[in-house]
Nanobody, 119 residues
Framework: QVQLVESGGGLVQTGGSLRLSCAAS????????MGWFRQAPGKAREFVAS????????IYADSVKGRFTMSRDNARNTVYLQMDSLKPEDTAVYYC????????????WGRGTQVTVSS
């Protein structure tokens, strides 16, 4: 099983930036995709971005495209989410997740980190 720990959340003003980190441990060799999701109060969890460990291929939600950048450091088993031009609607708990090549859904999740964007 893969264990995930997020960090880097906090309070920032509109237009500011934050960088989230997610460190993976355990059976990291089974992980193929890494993803970031978020959940705002009273709303469903939504996909933000994903990346493959091999090749670093990324996918972004339309709502963050051009503002957020996901990257990975294979040597450190860590993925990052650089968030720029933050908006109040980006306020949410951000979760890191891992998915193996054979899984149809993300099977391992971190506990999340709070991001709050003040207007």
């Amino acid at each position: 099983q893969v264990q995930l720990v997020e960090s880097g959340g906090g309070l920032v003003q509109t237009g500011g930036s934050l960088r989230l980190s997610c460190a993976a441990s355990g059976r990291t060799f089974s992980s193929y995709f890494m993803g970031w999701f978020r959940q705002a109060p009273g709303k469903a969890r939504e996909f933000v971005a994903s990346i493959t460990w091999l090749g670093g291929n990324t996918i972004y939600a339309d709502s963050v495209k051009g503002r957020f950048t996901m990257s990975r450091d294979n040597a450190r088993n860590t993925v990052y989410l650089q968030m720029d031009s933050l908006k109040p609607e980006d306020t949410a708990v951000y979760y890191c997740a891992s998915r193996s090549r054979t899984e149809s859904e993300f099977g391992a999740w971190g506990r999340g980190t709070q991001v709050t964007v003040s207007s």
